[in-house]
């Protein structure tokens, strides 16, 4: 095998246990043969030292159960490089090896490095030719102006001598004095040029660095473009029919982000498919600490990422039979508990279950726009005032007109209406502990819909949290959102600068379970408060 299977340690029955239909990657619960696979290479890189530190930071590993000389084995996989190589003999291979000794791409990118080496040997110098140039052009503004200045004194005594002089004496005067004038601006003109020319002859060399930086910056710019686009088309990628695609062609007409294909399930699936084997089930999961900005749990499963993934892994899936996503599961059964609590002929407010989407999605799916323009077709506003997350159950308001459309938004955005929010934590926490939470939220542009916490570019987020009680070694806490940025709550209860604790069933930020237990049970306007116990399974 060009590849290292692994054995399952598991003992007799294990045919039971075959799944039917490959792992749905965008949402799944592990499967047990992955849970196993998954403790086997965890084992494994613990028994690594020469790892430990780099781990600390941690990353991602995968696994993928096939079938195997009559039993069942796995492959592994990490993502990126992993002590500054790509490959190790106990994980799969890379789909395309870009730190292959001597292949083009290290060619060029040891091309383009001595291109930056050249660029900052160029800059010092030029930095200090364009520091004296300035003073240069700093002191010929200032003579400049001198003489301007003397220019203007030298005018106004002419000036005054033409008002004294008598009428006899007028032509000769006045001829001298507009000589006098015609000097002085022939004068300055000659300065001026003199100025220039000097600044222009000091400026030479100046120039020819610039050129040749601006040269050197233009083809590194063309080059590493082109070594771009050359190693897109070396990423190709196999399916269960035997078809096979590049990065270019899986992501066209958009370009492929950045790192694209480095991921653990295309390098599982590729390994799996180059071999003949039959790939069963799937799982991808976190080792060592969480990075600052995006949430990862030690020993958490995490579905595969959307902007580098997803159309990778829609081309390898063809041809194998793939669970359904769970997410567009039982749609007649969630719109039968979204319910409405309260309705005039201004606004209505709904409590959603877990699962509905606020607003139309894709693939059609069930949300409380569509059912709500349904229920009310009278209906002139534009409904939905403000969103839940489609996991997150609770209370929704409507507005049924125009004019109650903008005065929620205003109230919102006067954070005149107030929403009290409960969750279920994985841990207990001390009973009666508050405080606040400040952590500003940006979108992972590579892997939306989550969150992460960015210090410069994030917009600021706050929220309340007070713990009410503890159930069954759960804590269940109040939240109180100052801001409503998306996943606030999810990300400050989880990021270990806020509770440290996930949310239950949270499947982007901690362990996913039968739901999320984050309910919107309270929300208050113009002294008004409506409570949400239909939909909250807490």
Same mark, same amino acid.
């Given at each position: 095998m060009a590849v290292t299977l692994h054995p399952l340690p598991l003992g007799g029955g294990w045919e039971g246990t075959l799944p039917e239909q490959f792992t749905y990657p965008f949402?799944?619960?592990?499967?047990?043969?992955? +849970?196993?696979?998954?403790?086997?290479?965890?084992?494994?890189?613990?028994?690594?030292?020469?790892?430990?530190?780099? #781990?600390?930071?941690?990353?991602?590993?995968?696994? +993928?159960?096939v079938p195997y000389g009559?039993?069942?084995?796995?492959?592994?996989?990490?993502?990126?490089?992993?002590?500054?190589?790509t490959q190790h003999e106990y994980f799969v291979p890379p789909v395309f090896d870009l730190m292959q000794p001597g292949c083009h791409f290290q060619q060029e990118e040891a091309a383009i490095s001595h291109i930056n080496r050249q660029i900052a040997s160029l800059l010092p110098a030029t930095e200090q030719q364009e520091q004296d140039a300035a003073v240069l052009r700093r002191q010929m503004e200032e003579e400049l102006a001198a003489y301007k200045d003397f220019m203007q004194r030298s005018k106004a005594k002419r000036d005054a001598l033409r008002q004294s002089i008598s009428p006899s004496g007028e032509d000769g005067m006045g001829l001298q004095l507009i000589r006098e004038s015609q000097h002085q601006k022939a004068e300055y003109r000659r300065l001026k040029r003199a100025w220039e020319q000097r600044i222009y002859a000091g400026e030479a060399s100046l120039r020819q660095r610039q050129e040749q930086v601006v040269r050197l910056q233009t083809e590194r710019q063309e080059r590493s473009k082109?070594?771009?686009?050359?190693?897109?088309?070396?990423?190709?990628?196999?399916?269960? #029919?035997?078809?096979?695609?590049?990065?270019?062609?899986?992501?066209?007409?958009?370009?492929?982000?950045?790192?694209?294909?480095?991921?653990?399930?295309?390098?599982?699936?590729?390994?799996?498919?180059?071999?003949?084997?039959?790939? #069963?089930?799937?799982?991808e999961f976190w080792v060592g600490a969480s990075p600052t900005d995006? #949430?990862?749990?030690?020993?958490?499963?995490?579905?595969?990422?959307?902007?580098?993934?997803?159309?990778?892994?829609?081309?390898?899936?063809?041809?194998?039979?793939?669970?359904?996503?769970?997410?567009l599961a039982d749609r007649e059964g969630l719109l039968s508990k979204l319910h409405i609590i309260y309705n005039n002929k201004e606004m209505a407010v709904v409590s959603k279950p877990a699962g509905l989407l606020s607003v139309p999605g894709k693939d059609d799916q069930p949300n409380v726009h569509d059912a709500m323009?349904?229920?009310?077709?009278?209906?002139?506003?534009?409904?939905?005032?403000?969103?839940?997350?489609?996991?997150?159950?609770?209370?929704?308001?409507?507005?049924?007109?125009?004019?109650?459309?903008?005065?929620?938004?205003?109230?919102?955005?006067?954070?005149?209406?107030?929403?009290?929010?409960?969750?279920?934590?994985?841990?207990?926490?001390?009973?009666?502990?508050?405080?606040?939470?400040?952590?500003?939220?940006?979108?992972?542009?590579?892997?939306?819909?989550?969150?992460?916490?960015?210090?410069?570019?994030?917009?600021?987020?706050?929220?309340?949290?007070?713990?009410?009680?503890?159930?069954?070694?759960?804590?269940?806490v109040e939240l109180r959102?100052?801001?409503?940025?998306?996943?606030?709550?999810?990300?400050?209860?989880?990021?270990?600068?806020? +509770?440290?604790?996930?949310?239950?069933?949270?499947?982007?930020?901690?362990?996913?379970?039968?739901?999320?237990?984050?309910?919107?049970?309270?929300?208050?306007?113009?002294?008004?408060?409506?409570?949400?116990?239909?939909?909250c399974e807490l």
């Open positions: 949402c799944y619960e592990p499967h047990p043969l992955c +849970l196993a696979a998954a403790d086997e290479v965890r084992r494994y890189i613990d028994s690594r030292a020469e790892w430990h530190d780099e #781990l600390q930071h941690g990353k991602m590993f995968g696994v +993928l159960i009559g039993g069942l084995s796995f492959l592994a996989a990490f993502s990126g490089t992993l002590d500054g190589k082109a070594l771009q686009q050359w190693l897109f088309r070396q990423f190709t990628f196999l399916n269960a #029919l035997g078809e096979e695609k590049s990065l270019p062609e899986l992501f066209a007409p958009a370009v492929p982000p950045a790192g694209a294909g480095e991921c653990c399930a295309p390098r599982l699936l590729q390994a799996a498919y180059r071999e003949g084997l039959r790939p #069963l089930c799937m799982a995006e #949430l990862r749990q030690d020993g958490h499963f995490y579905p595969a990422c959307n902007s580098k993934c997803r159309p990778i892994l829609r081309h390898m899936l063809r041809g194998l039979r793939v669970e359904p996503n769970p997410l323009r349904q229920r009310f077709p009278q209906a002139t506003g534009p409904l939905i005032v403000h969103r839940l997350d489609m996991d997150t159950s609770g209370l929704m308001l409507i507005a049924l007109t125009e004019e109650k459309y903008h005065e929620l938004q205003d109230l919102f955005l006067h954070r005149r209406i107030r929403k009290v929010y409960h969750a279920l934590l994985e841990r207990e926490m001390p009973v009666a502990e508050e405080g606040d939470i400040s952590l500003p939220l940006r979108p992972d542009f590579d892997d939306r819909p989550r969150q992460m916490v960015d210090p410069q570019h994030g917009k600021p987020a706050q929220t309340h949290y007070r713990v009410l009680a503890n159930r069954d070694g759960h804590a269940l959102p100052v801001t409503g940025r998306t996943h606030q709550l999810r990300v400050h209860c989880a990021h270990p600068l806020g +509770l440290g604790n996930p949310i239950v069933g949270d499947r982007l930020y901690g362990k996913p379970a039968q739901r999320l237990m984050l309910h919107a049970y309270a929300i208050t306007l113009e002294e008004k408060t409506f409570i949400d116990t239909m939909n």
